[in-house]
């Protein structure tokens, strides 16, 4: 976040733990990704963590396991991470000793580099039918809790759980939505009252593919339809997504929780599936996500919950090749391996997009290290931060070089709240438009980009958006 003074400034102490805080607490109709891992073609976390940071607007991304490598892959980046537990470890994280290690080994080390939010318990552990895992995610949940709590994080990093359709015996009309007899009372009355106590959300996986037929594939679509009345409410219902969400959001409401926020913790549509299935293809699920993306973001909410956005995580992004089952499985990535989109919604920045189109695969800058000192005064040539360089030695950067430029053209401007490049808001983007200001202004001497061999020269220009770098 930056400061209120004249120069941007990160502070990776108070100042970006208060901004962890706001970050993790609110929910603001931003898009993330859900990032499976489940297939043997996929490129190296890091180049996905700067893929989506440099490349793309997505701003949050959950993991489905605790996997080190993929927590480290984020770190500096400002993107929201959410981890998952799997399904599996639940009954152990009811102990408050194994909860604790698994705080230790999983969140401590990583935070707050890696700008982890929320942590998952499991995922549709009420469609498992395991009696195990049902009787011990509330206690888990409560447990990993308090483990959080003393690390001092619980004020940092939520604790939620996300659910399929599957635990509503009711969802039409949408006014009329029940939670299964049994677990309404039982299970999900305390895990209700365990969110709210600690303001975290309920998650939803609503799939309105797999609710569609051939009747209702526009209603799915977000396309023009004749809707679906409620009797009721006299409510029109023109999507089936809003009529899934408000089911949900009136079986908490009938146990005294309509205060709730909802997260769409997955939601998608496949480019590929069985003959048989209804809807399947590239086309339907590019016009599904992007529709959705406008949708959730619009403000407009839903009939029951109007004027809301909804943090919204698209599956994914990827496909896996590995999945079992049919097709479709398989075949709701919005990327390739090679990072390229498998069809548009919106989600590359617009330079990205442009580029993608004129020339099939998306490159992101590769800087070059600086040859030696000599002087390279050519056009074409930008100043970035080096692969690697620590967030203090960057800040120092900033520091230094906004303080030089004052009155020299644009200065730190830009980056600053409101500026064209102030987004992504973190360090090492921050840092990489003072440093090319710096080094434009001083004439494009390799030395200029030197900053204690933080800096590096590229021919790849770093603008993206609104946001020009100088050249």
Not at 101 to 115: D, E, G, L, V
Not at 162 to 167: A, Q, R, T, V, Y
Not at 299 to 326: C, Q
Not at 335 to 364: E, H, N
Request: charged content about 15%; glycine content about 10%; proline content about 8%.
């Amino acid at each position: 976040m930056a400061a209120s003074s004249s120069l941007p400034h990160h502070v990776p102490t108070a100042l970006t733990l208060l901004f962890i805080l706001v970050s993790a607490t609110t929910t603001n109709g931003s898009i993330g990704v859900n990032y499976g891992t489940v297939a043997d073609d996929l490129p190296p976390p890091g180049e996905v963590a700067r893929f989506l940071l440099q490349s793309t607007v997505i701003n949050r991304v959950r993991i489905f396991d605790p996997n080190p490598e993929l927590i480290q892959a984020f770190a500096h980046t400002g993107i929201q991470l959410t981890v998952t537990v799997p399904n599996d470890q639940i009954p152990r994280l009811a102990n408050l000793s194994f909860a604790q290690q698994w705080i230790k080994s999983y969140i401590q080390p990583y935070f707050p580099a890696t700008n982890l939010v929320r942590i998952l318990v499991g995922n549709e552990v009420l469609s498992t039918g395991n009696r195990l895992l049902i009787g011990t995610l509330v206690p888990a949940m409560q447990t990993l809790h308090a483990a959080l709590a003393g690390a001092s994080l619980d004020r940092r990093i939520q604790i939620s759980t996300p659910h399929s359709l599957g635990i509503l015996s009711a969802s039409t009309p949408p006014s009329a939505g029940k939670f299964h007899g049994g677990y309404d009372v039982h299970i999900l009355k305390p895990l209700l009252g365990f969110l709210r106590s600690t303001n975290s959300p309920f998650m939803i996986n609503p799939y309105p593919f797999f609710g569609c037929s051939e009747e209702t594939l526009d209603y799915a679509l977000f396309r023009p339809n004749l809707g679906f009345l409620d009797p009721n409410t006299r409510i029109r219902y023109t999507n089936m997504l809003d009529a899934q969400l408000d089911a949900v959001f009136s079986a908490m409401k009938s146990l005294g929780f309509g205060d709730l926020e909802i997260v769409i913790a997955e939601t998608g549509w496949p480019s590929k599936g069985e003959p048989s299935q209804i809807g399947a293809g590239q086309e339907n699920a590019a016009q599904y996500n992007r529709n959705l993306m406008r949708h959730v973001n619009s403000g407009d909410g839903t009939p029951l919950m109007p004027n809301r956005t909804f943090e919204t995580y698209i599956f994914s992004l990827f496909n896996e090749d590995l999945k079992p089952g049919p097709t479709c499985e398989r075949n709701f990535g919005l990327f390739g391996p090679d990072l390229t989109p498998a069809y548009d919604v919106g989600i590359l920045r617009p330079t990205v997009s442009t580029a993608a189109r004129s020339s099939g695969p998306t490159a992101t800058p590769s800087p070059a290290e600086p040859d030696g000192g000599g002087e390279r005064k050519g056009a074409g040539k930008w100043c970035v931060a080096k692969e690697g360089a620590d967030v203090d030695s960057l800040q120092r950067n900033i520091d230094y070089v906004c303080g030089a430029l004052v009155g020299l053209g644009p200065g730190c401007g830009p980056i600053q709240e409101g500026g064209e490049c102030f987004f992504p808001d973190t360090v090492r983007a921050h840092a990489a438009y003072a440093m090319n200001a710096f080094y434009q202004a001083m004439g494009r001497n390799d030395y200029d980009c030197d900053f204690r061999r933080t800096g590096a020269i590229t021919a790849v220009d770093p603008s993206y958006g609104n946001c020009k770098y100088g050249h």
